[in-house]
């Protein structure tokens, strides 16, 4: 079989002759940006080949000089041979550092004192048993034994027990000389022996949390005792460089064996996040219990490796709500073998397990005050309610606000400009980077910040237009249009300026948009009005480090006080973590996901009227925005 070799990874792997170039690139484990699944639509994934390989791009997104030099598209080629394929550092998915990681900080520290006051009912409990041995007076089973001793510690009669625990049951009770720690799993009513050791091993309790987001996959070890996380690390799904948003990852799972390999992409995250973890802590994998996971309809779909095709096409019926309770090593994730999987349930095809989680976390549904929780990410989910009913609703919005579809746009990385401000007298602008860094892009935040500061300025007209008449030496026309110089090349770390161009303002509009419409619609629907909610909370990838003034200012959220707004940062990993401390947060995702009505945007002729109102900075209907009034 041909031979492939990656550079500059140095990778190599052996395929099939006519095996596409995208998905050798998978096989060995490089990660090649192709935000459209494949489709050949959105000319990310060029690479420079040597060798025998035959392309067919008729939508070609190579210039004439690429195409000179040996560029070719992967995901439009194939192999014919022997091949040496240099991946350029334009269309790597991750670079060094890509993957983040952090013990006890300041954002984990204010989850702790949120796990502290919760009360002491774990998902996973351990009780140390002393179990009285075998006679040939007392000669009934070892499992009998053990769950005799367990009714009596849970005051229940109705215990389950594990059924692969049973190879083994023997064997450790009498490796502890009938001293052992019972590992006892709370899903649903019925209380499962989920494990046994032998000795006292009730002081290692510990559950992995997991937020499995399109983008990115979030992780943490949860010391159930003592009610703390010990450590956090994220990094970029893996399977990102397959498809940049849930669709191209559908389209993905429909070819060949498409879903195998999304389902290990996740999968290896997960073990990798896990891996760093264990290293940092010093906990044991055989000392995590089990793991609590939520993510998007789809994500959970293709975490279980479940086929997603009823979700995209009308009338958009998932597989399931509630996931079947798994073993860890059912699904690949063989560094936690034993352990159960706990996913959050999902409410409907696009309303997922990570918003349910998040609106626990939030504590929306303990109060009697009309409340909006929004996820701003690549679906732009939203929920509005309070203690008494719920209604939920998804928009696609797009991967703009978290750097996809801007040409200069980046994720949260080392360097990434969040904050911007520009001088109204000469244009010029100010900026930080996160980490201090030299310029490498503009992420969510900074994205936002730049729009509002380029309207405010006179830059940018309401309409999303640069003014090229402007006496200004950062607007000019490039290779893509009007735009606007950020960053000069020499605060960079990149090698040319960072700009944000009419398109890109054109793409952050139709975002922006589609969020705004999404919570217009909800509130519009249950015959409300803005100025009645008493509380929003902002959840997402960048909740945390938006600014609510210049996020009013370009229309994406509503104009309310700044103190009605509270942020919530990553609300499905929040809520996979207290679900960890205290169950009754699964039972109440349960209550939610029953109870909750879904509003499908897409039957709703009223929103894409709304959708198309609010293609205006701030919208079209100015009356929604009386603070902006006279806003220079």
């Not at 919005?397 to 949260?412: I, L, Q, T, Y």
């Not at 879904?598 to 009356?623: C, G, I, K, V, W």
């Amino acid at each position: 079989m041909p031979k492939v070799v990656f550079q500059p990874s140095r990778r190599e792997v052996e395929v099939a002759d006519g095996e596409n170039l995208l998905q050798a690139a998978a096989k060995a484990d490089v990660l090649i940006n192709a935000s459209c699944g494949g489709e050949g639509t959105c000319g990310k994934c060029k690479v420079r080949v040597q060798g025998n390989v035959k392309t067919d791009d008729p939508r070609s997104r190579l210039s004439v000089e690429e195409r000179d030099n040996g560029m070719v598209l992967a995901c439009q080629s194939t192999v014919a041979g022997d091949l040496i394929v240099e991946v350029p550092l334009e269309s790597e998915l991750l670079g060094k550092g890509a993957a983040r990681i952090k013990t006890l900080a300041a954002t984990t520290s204010d989850w702790n004192e949120r796990l502290a006051a919760l009360s002491a009912n774990p998902v996973l409990s351990k009780i140390a048993l002393e179990i009285n041995p075998p006679s040939l007076e007392d000669s009934v089973s070892d499992s009998t034994r053990v769950l005799r001793e367990l009714r009596k510690a849970l005051q229940t009669e109705d215990v389950g027990i594990d059924r692969d625990l049973m190879q083994r049951l023997g064997g450790i009770l009498r490796e502890g000389d009938w001293r052992v720690t019972a590992s006892i799993l709370y899903c649903g009513a019925r209380p499962i022996l989920a494990n046994l050791e032998a000795g006292d091993t009730t002081a290692a309790n510990y559950v992995l949390a997991v937020d499995i987001g399109t983008t990115t996959i979030s992780a943490q070890i949860v010391d159930v005792a003592a009610k703390t996380i010990l450590g956090e690390a994220s990094s970029y799904n893996g399977q990102i460089s397959l498809g940049e948003d849930v669709i191209s990852r559908m389209v993905y799972a429909k070819k060949g064996d498409g879903l195998q390999v999304l389902q290990s992409r996740v999968v290896a995250s997960i073990e990798q996040l896990l891996g760093k973890l264990i290293k940092r802590t010093k906990v044991r994998a055989a000392e995590i219990g089990a793991a609590v996971v939520a993510g998007n309809t789809v994500m959970t779909h293709l975490l279980l490796g479940v086929p997603t095709d009823t979700i995209r096409e009308a009338p958009y019926v998932a597989a399931f709500r509630f996931a079947p309770l798994v073993k860890a090593a059912d699904i690949g994730l063989q560094s936690l073998g034993r352990a159960y999987v706990l996913a959050y349930p999902c409410v409907a095809s696009y309303l997922g397990g990570d918003i349910t989680s998040g609106v626990v976390a939030s504590g929306l549904i303990h109060g009697p005050e009309l409340s909006l929780y929004i996820d701003i990410g690549t679906n732009g989910e939203i929920v509005l309610g309070n203690s008494e009913w719920l209604l939920g609703c998804s928009c696609s919005a797009g991967p703009a606000f978290e750097g996809a579809g801007v040409k200069d746009g980046v994720r949260s990385i080392p360097g990434a400009i969040e904050k911007v401000s520009i001088d109204r007298d000469d244009f010029e602008t100010v900026f930080d980077t996160i980490g201090g860094k030299l310029a490498a892009g503009i992420c969510g935040s900074g994205l936002i910040d730049v729009m509002a500061e380029m309207l405010r300025s006179g830059v940018l007209d309401k309409r999303g237009k640069i003014d090229m008449d402007i006496d200004c030496k950062r607007v000019r026309q490039g290779p893509y249009g009007p735009e606007f110089v950020v960053a000069w090349e020499s605060m960079t770390s990149v090698g040319h300026d960072i700009v944000i161009t009419e398109v890109d303002v054109d793409n952050l509009m139709r975002a922006k948009a589609a969020v705004y419409a999404g919570i217009t619609t909800l509130v519009d629907s249950v015959g409300v009005h803005m100025g009645d909610l008493e509380r929003v909370f902002i959840a997402g990838s960048f909740g945390n480090y938006i600014r609510v003034k210049e996020a009013v200012s370009i229309g994406l959220l509503p104009d309310l006080p700044e103190e009605k707004y509270s942020f919530v940062g990553n609300g499905s990993l929040l809520g996979c973590a207290m679900a960890a401390v205290d169950k009754s947060k699964l039972d109440y995702a349960a209550e939610i996901t029953k109870a909750m009505s879904y509003q499908e945007l897409s039957a709703d002729n009223t929103f894409m009227e709304r959708y198309m109102a609010a293609l205006f900075l701030p919208h079209t209907d100015e009356s929604q925005f009386p603070s902006l009034a006279g806003d220079k």
